[in-house]
């Protein structure tokens, strides 16, 4: 069987009055991401990692910032597209492993919301997608609320 491992890691800044869209979904909060796209940290460190792992570079080189067909766009089509893209390709996902670094609010409310959300989007099992949190104990950007990160691995088997 062929099985590959890809890393994705993403940051954004986080600004007063933006929209705070995390793992497909809408949390409230004072400030959210800046991005091109609705700067959802979560699924864009989830499709760098599947593409990775399929050799297929990244998604900045898939869905570019520089194109207007991009601009605002819902991250959940990005990532229906990079599904397609790796299916295309004959792979398909064993587990993802992410994390979410953010120092407020709290994700852990709204994780389940998330894993069903995303595993939809992808056509996987929620027992296939982890989804975590932490924060950097008000160290560096994301502890001083300047920025948010995520880190994600994902296994992909052939066939």
């Known amino acids: 069987m062929n ?3 890809g890393y994705g890691y993403d940051v954004h800044q986080l600004s007063e009055g933006e929209d705070l869209i995390l793992g497909g979904i809408h949390i409230p909060h004072t400030k959210g991401s800046v991005g091109h796209s609705d700067a959802d940290v979560l699924i864009h460190t989830i499709c760098d990692a599947i593409l990775g792992a399929a050799n297929m570079r990244d998604i900045g080189f898939h869905f570019p910032d520089t194109s207007a ?3 605002g766009i819902d991250s959940k089509i990005l990532l229906r597209d990079v599904m397609a893209l790796i ?3 004959g ?3 064993i587990n993802i492993d992410s994390t979410v670094c953010l120092e407020k609010p709290k994700v852990n409310p ?4 998330m894993q069903e959300v995303l595993s939809d989007c992808m056509q996987i099992e929620v027992n296939q997608l982890s989804i975590k949190a932490t924060t950097s104990e008000k160290m560096g950007f994301v502890g001083t609320e300047m920025g948010i990160a995520a880190h994600a691995v994902a296994l992909l088997k052939m066939g």
């Open 91 to 93: 792979y398909e996902i």
């Open 69 to 71: 067909d991009y601009k």
């Open 3 to 5: 099985i590959r491992i």
């Open 110 to 113: 709204y994780i389940t919301q």
């Open 87 to 89: 299916r295309d390709k």
